[in-house]
């Protein structure tokens, strides 16, 4: 049978392959990471249906490109204090609706959260320099940006960006 409800990788889980839960879409419950998790690698949730809020523990020190791709996660996304750089589509397409980029990472990848329909607030900590001008691309219900780091420097306009008419806090 299918996996189905809620899943809780143990605390003693240090590692997952690549393509680890990818395409359980009758994973619609609660995930629970591993709070000796090292990694999250390439699709290792790709298109799963969790419910509520996901936190990364700081243990993780990297997400995958993909990691995150098309997961419905319907809430808030908390990201480890120990992640230094968020890859190209970890969040594309999924539920979430705000998340806090800890002051820990430099970069924003290509399409992170690209078509991510819900995302209202993004919270950017003061580490970041550079954000791929895709990253944040057909957003399409973002209210607010809070901005801390202390300049970027590397982005690039697009017209689809939704720094574009939004207010800065």
């Known amino acids: 049978g299918a996996l189905t409800g809620n899943l809780v990788l143990p605390d003693s889980l240090t590692t997952l392959g690549y393509y680890a839960f990818q395409d359980c879409t009758k994973l619609n419950g609660t995930l629970k990471l591993s709070e000796s998790l090292k990694s999250i690698p390439l699709r290792a949730f790709y298109n799963t249906k969790f419910t509520g809020e996901l936190v990364i523990p700081d243990s993780v020190t990297s997400v995958g490109e993909y990691a995150f791709y098309y997961a419905d996660l319907s809430e808030n996304v908390t990201l480890s204090n120990s ?23 430099t970069s924003i990848g290509s399409n992170c959260f690209t078509y991510c329909r ?22 399409t219900s973002f209210e607010t940006l809070y901005y801390n780091a202390p300049s970027i420097s590397h982005y690039t306009s697009s017209n689809s960006s939704p720094f574009r008419q939004l207010p800065i806090q």
């Open 118 to 139: 819900y995302l209202q607030t993004v919270t950017i900590g003061t580490g970041v320099t550079s954000i791929n001008a895709s990253a944040f691309r057909n957003c």
């Open 83 to 105: 992640i230094t750089t968020l890859a190209s589509s970890t969040f594309y397409y999924s539920g979430i609706t705000s998340i806090v980029v800890p002051n820990s990472v």
